[in-house]
């Protein structure tokens, strides 16, 4: 008896937040249906889409999102210690990562073994076979033996145009108008930064104005 073994591919995600890159959401989604390890870096400036892949991914698939500014070490590896099994991580501004935890990943990535000694704590457990997709505005940044772990794809930044296009996507629950004013005001903004625009978008009440959301923003900027 002959038997056919087909491969299973699984529901391709649309990426339908971002505009263009329709090579890139190719590749990302071929990174994630492979059976192989590979580890994808999405280098490039503020507002060029990298952490909506990462965000498209954590919402659909089964997966650790860590944001690397604001993770701690230890908060890192109680998460992966406590997620021994998860097979996709994912990483924003990787840049920002600690140089020790730069090299604890680097050593997982490698061996599938995460050995760490903290002050209070030892670490020691083991994750195979999993994926990394991470973000980067400055790989110079991230150590050599590291960077050479992934395969990086560098996005050029978005035109204002497309920023604005964007910025409707991700805040649908706002007036198309109401969320172009967000964005001409981010767009103003040294950073440019679409998570800025969400982050913004989630303050404003229903019937605010320009004048409101120019106060929210001034007073956001102004604290932070």
């Known amino acids: 008896m002959i038997r ?3 491969r299973v591919f699984h529901k391709e995600l649309e ?7 329709e090579d890139v959401k ?5 990174a994630l249906d492979t059976e ?5 870096l999405l280098d490039g400036p503020p507002a060029s889409a990298k952490s909506l892949f990462l965000r498209e991914i954590q919402e659909n698939k089964k997966a650790l999102f860590f944001d690397a500014t604001n993770c701690s070490g230890p908060a890192l ?7 021994r099994d998860a ?3 994912l990483i924003d501004e990787l840049e920002k990562m600690a140089r020790n935890f730069q090299n604890m990943l680097l050593n997982m990535m490698e061996t599938g073994h995460v050995t760490v000694n903290l002050r209070s704590r030892r670490y020691d457990f083991v994750m195979k076979n999993v994926k990394i997709f991470a973000t980067s505005n400055d790989v110079e940044r991230i150590s050599r033996p590291m960077l050479s772990r992934f395969r990086k794809l560098t996005l050029p930044a978005y035109t204002k145009e497309e920023f604005l296009l964007i910025s409707a996507r991700v805040l649908p629950k706002l007036k198309e108008e109401t969320a172009r004013y967000i964005a001409e005001c981010v767009w103003g903004m040294e950073s440019k930064d679409i998570r800025n625009v969400i982050s ?7 019937g605010d104005g320009p004048l409101e959301i120019a106060r929210l923003i001034e007073t956001m900027e102004k604290y932070k």
């Not at 990426?15 to 890159?21: A, D, L, P, T």
């Not at 190719?26 to 071929?30: L, T």
């Not at 590896?77 to 997620?83: A, K, R, V, Y």
């Open 200 to 206: 913004i978008g989630k303050l404003v009440r229903k």
């Open 77 to 83: 590896l109680d998460t992966l210690n406590e997620n």
């Open 4 to 6: 056919l073994f087909a």
């Open 26 to 30: 190719d590749v990302v989604n071929r």
């Open 36 to 40: 192989d390890n590979i580890n994808l």
């Open 87 to 89: 097979k996709i991580l």
């Open 15 to 21: 990426f339908s937040k971002i505009v263009g890159y």
